[in-house]
């Protein structure tokens, strides 16, 4: 056995977790069990979302027999999918309907000041985001996946005025009008 006097008579073997410059949050945790011959089985799901908190924002879900397995396997889905968003300040640089299966998330800009008013899924995705001063609504399901990916679905979708004019083949001062 190999101890270290210098870090309290720990193992030397198990070093500490570098901060990451993600923020991880967990969403939702689900106990599922299924019934088989010896009784039942119980297994867990867990639903998280990952950011930097400067635009890049990623969600995914893992399942694992036990509750830390299922949160790493998560956040590890989170970090293959993230995505940029488009900011514009602090907030976002336009009203814009987010949908994924039976979710539908309303996103709209706010002034300075306003904070995050978002319910708990979706305020989830925004905070890790980095966006500071939002309105959204959930319009039609409140299940927390369908949420998440509705949230993320709108956020990948904005586009400010010089992405606009890019792809328009104008000016963003045309645009703007």
Known sequence: MAYDRSNGGRRRDREEKAPSEFTEKVVSLNR????????????????????DGKGRVGYGTGKANEVSEAIRKGLEDAKKHLCTVTLEGTTIPHEVIGESGAGRVLLMPAPEGTGVLAGGAARAVLEAAGIKNIRAKC???HNPANVVAATVSGLRTLRNAEQVAVYRGKTAAEIKG
């Open 139 to 141: 319009l039609r399901s």
């Open 32 to 51: 599922v069990s299924k019934t088989v011959k010896g009784g039942r089985v119980a297994k867990f799901a867990a639903l998280c979302v990952i950011g």
